[in-house]
């Protein structure tokens, strides 16, 4: 398609794109206003060696790198089913995530809840908070690691207030608008063309029912046609094989004299008259 045509389309039916685009623009504001507000909290917190790993004087930050494993292990242990029933039956809901931090080099892991209520959002995320030691804890006891070489973890941030999340409903009114401006453009293509397309039927439709001859397309009849001639009749003579004759100037009712014959008259007459004896 043709933006020249395009833009014709849209000159021409410029009515259906403002009606297009002021229902795409009431449905935006319908979604903004029924979509309720979602909240969110982050809290982050880090994976510590055993005493053993570092010694009792040790400092354990310095053991960080090798606890990734340990890390996403637990990480697999938070987003099962049975840890999540755990945060239902505490909350009524389970609207939380939890994965490695993977802008930083340490065993750290971030905890996102959200909510549509910023006292749910804070519950949601001290519960899961609360619960991360316990199911640290069960992991390692499974295997029976003894205390001294047992990892541990320490919160390090933890959003105080929830905060409204903006970015989601941005997003999808944009996506709302973008798809509503653009379902406007065709609709009003499609429909000046298919107006466009019976217009031409019509016409030609219209063309083929009338006759040629008919009197509004005729007009005016002819001179010819006045005096009776039929159509197709010779309006000049046919002189086809007669002899052209000379045309005779004529002065009334007769023919004008030859100016050959005067002139022989006259100078017979002259003749006569020298001849006659003084």
């Not at 903006?166 to 509503?180: C, H, I, P, Y």
């Not at 010779?234 to 009712?253: I, K, M």
């Amino acid at each position: 398609m043709q933006v020249r045509n395009v833009i014709s389309s849209i000159f021409r039916r410029w009515y259906i794109l403002l009606v297009g685009l002021a229902l795409t623009a009431a449905g935006c504001f319908v979604l903004q206003s029924s979509t309720p507000n979602t909240y969110k909290a982050q809290a982050s917190l880090v994976l510590l060696p055993s005493v053993q790993s570092v010694g009792e004087r040790g400092n354990p930050y310095l053991g960080l790198g090798g606890m990734n494993e340990a890390l996403d292990i637990l990480t697999r242990k938070m987003s099962s089913e049975e840890f999540k029933e755990k945060i239902r039956l505490e909350t009524g809901t389970d609207t939380y995530t939890a994965a490695p931090d993977r802008g930083t080099s340490g065993a750290i892991l971030v905890i996102t809840a959200s909510s549509d209520a910023s006292d749910q959002t804070m519950k949601i995320l001290g519960t899961v908070v609360d619960q991360v030691p316990v199911a640290l804890n069960e992991l390692q006891d499974v295997l029976g690691v003894p205390d001294a070489s047992r990892i541990s973890v320490m919160k390090l941030l933890e959003d105080r207030t929830a905060i409204p999340e903006a970015k989601a409903r941005t997003q999808m009114l944009l996506v709302a608008g973008a798809g509503g401006a653009a379902l406007t453009l065709i609709t009003t293509v499609l429909l000046d063309s298919l107006l466009l397309r019976r217009r031409t039927k019509r016409l030609e439709k219209r063309e083929a029912t009338d006759p040629a001859d008919s009197p509004k397309r005729m007009g005016k009849p002819s001179k010819r046609r006045k005096t009776g001639m039929a159509d197709g009749e010779q309006t000049t003579p046919d002189t086809a094989g007669e002899e052209t004759l000379p045309a005779l100037v004529t002065v009334g009712d007769r023919p004008a004299p030859d100016l050959e014959s005067d002139d022989q008259a006259t100078a017979a007459t002259t003749l006569h008259t020298t001849q006659r004896p003084g």
